[in-house]
T-cell receptor, first 110, second 110 residues
């Protein structure tokens, strides 16, 4: 157990819908990262927050947004969902350079 | 951006055998981690190893940063070692923008 929690574990929804994925980092970790793992793209970095502020952006679509709250938990919002958004979404946290990953949320868009 | 290659892409071993997995990266990095993704999709930290050598039980890793590669050694493999092994690198001192390799899929047969 890495200490990073993610909810829900599984999410099934329809095209065009909006969903919110939640992540709680390890106690004391200020940085939260979001990654997407799809069959065709592999594991890709989406976005990083540090103590509530956006720090780095990767291959995140404009339909996706994220935020980190004062209690350091983070939410990833995915809107206007498409079939191709079906993937495993991971959250990771760190206090320094080493990242620890949560169990992931498996999103299926039908 | 940084390119990460892993070899071999697939590996089938008999239980008890040893193996070496390789990660090559195209530019200098400040951070490197090895992960094991088990058949349930969990990403498990194996090593944080931007340089040098580390050992943890039957697993050990070596990173030669000046030559831009890292090796993961698995000795006396067990069926529970099956899964996909990923190498991830970053140029940033705080582990941002992790770039993952495509992974090595390991199957250990009883």
């Amino acid at each position: 157990d890495s200490g990073v929690t993610q909810t829900p574990k599984h999410l099934i929804t329809a095209t065009g819908q909006r969903v919110t994925l939640r992540c709680s980092p390890r106690s004391g970790d200020l940085s939260v990262y979001w990654y997407q793992q799809s069959l065709d793209q592999g594991l890709q970095f989406l976005i990083q927050y540090y103590n509530g502020e956006e720090r780095a952006k990767g291959n995140i679509l404009e339909r996706f947004s994220a935020q980190q709250f004062p209690d350091l938990h983070s939410e990833l919002n995915l809107s206007s969902l498409e079939l191709g958004d079906s993937a495993l979404y991971f959250c990771a946290s760190s206090v320094g350079s080493e990242q620890f990953f949560g169990p992931g949320t498996r999103l299926t868009v039908l | 951006g940084i390119q990460v290659e892993q070899s071999p892409p697939d590996l089938i071993l008999q239980e008890g055998a040893n193996s070496t997995l390789r990660c090559n990266f195209s530019d200098s990095v400040n951070n490197l981690q090895w992960f094991h993704q088990n058949p349930w999709g969990q990403l498990i930290n194996l090593f944080y190893i931007p340089s040098g050598t580390k050992q943890n039980g039957r697993l050990s890793a070596t990173t030669v940063a000046t030559e831009r590669y890292s090796l993961l050694y698995i000795s006396s493999s067990q069926t529970t070692d099956s899964g996909v092994y990923f190498c991830a690198v970053s140029r940033d001192n705080y582990g941002q923008n992790f770039v993952f390799g495509p992974g090595t899929r390991l199957s250990v047969l009883p």
